[in-house]
């Protein structure tokens, strides 16, 4: 009766084993899943960002190109008012 006792226990024991292994196993295939998830979207943030950053620097750089434009325009126009009236006349 009590090596029927001890058996069953034995048996017990190694299924609980068993389980125990194989949550473990589908644990670390888990983790490996979501890494890999982890890495391809951390992949994708960077080229996003780096594509955001473009974008940037080149709507900043259109930007600062029209503004120097603007300005020369403004400076040759207030050079022109301040220049004496025989001068104006010449270039005519």
């Known amino acids: 009766m009590v090596l029927l ?3 069953r226990q034995g048996y017990a024991t190694q299924r609980l ?3 125990a292994e194989q949550d473990l ?3 670390r295939g888990e983790a490996e899943t979501l890494r890999a998830a982890m890495a391809s979207t951390e992949r994708a943030r960077s080229a996003s960002m780096s594509s955001a950053s473009e974008q ?3 709507v900043v750089s259109g930007a ?3 503004m120097r434009t603007s300005l020369d325009a403004r400076l040759r126009e ?3 008012s301040r220049k004496p009236n025989w001068q104006k006349s010449r270039r005519a």
């Open 56 to 58: 940037l620097r080149l």
């Open 64 to 66: 600062i190109a029209e």
């Open 78 to 80: 207030f050079g022109e």
């Open 5 to 7: 006792l001890v058996a």
């Open 17 to 19: 084993q068993l389980l």
């Open 25 to 27: 196993a589908s644990n």
